[in-house]
């Protein structure tokens, strides 16, 4: 499975950006869907995942009420709708794919895909 993020950008606070992470390959194993980010100098944090197995859906503190996932399977493409965006929202944001169900550690994901950036000024 390949995964390829896009779709982020420079955005001013407050507005909004949709992340697409399409996939390719053999995608019938696949479960959950993970959005994570990184910040410079900070960890990679888990914002956001969903499972297609049991609709389970999970978003960190921090995006919640602002963030929405969601997926097309018949597309093979996981979206992030980020809207009010802030200033701390600013990170490299990964997409990555998991067999098991959702999970926040980036170890119980299978594959990843190279991150897009995004940039909130204030």
């Known amino acids: 499975v390949q995964l390829q993020a896009s779709g982020g950008g420079l955005v001013q606070s407050g507005g909004s950006l949709r992340l697409s992470c399409v996939a390719s390959?053999?995608?019938?194993?696949?479960?959950?869907i993970g959005w994570f980010r990184q910040a410079p100098g900070k960890e990679r944090e888990a914002i956001s995942c969903i499972s297609n197995s049991d609709g389970t859906i999970y978003y960190a503190d921090s995006v919640k009420g602002r963030f929405t996932i969601s997926r097309d399977n018949a597309k093979k493409i996981g979206f992030l709708q980020m809207n009010s965006l802030k200033p701390e929202d600013t990170a490299v944001y990964y997409c990555?794919?998991?067999?098991?169900?959702?999970?926040?550690?980036?170890?119980?994901?299978?594959?990843w895909g190279r991150g897009t950036q995004v940039t909130v000024s204030s």
């Open positions: 990555a794919a998991g067999v098991r169900t959702v999970s926040t550690q980036d170890r119980d994901y299978d594959y």
């Open positions: 390959g053999f995608t019938l194993d696949v479960d959950a």
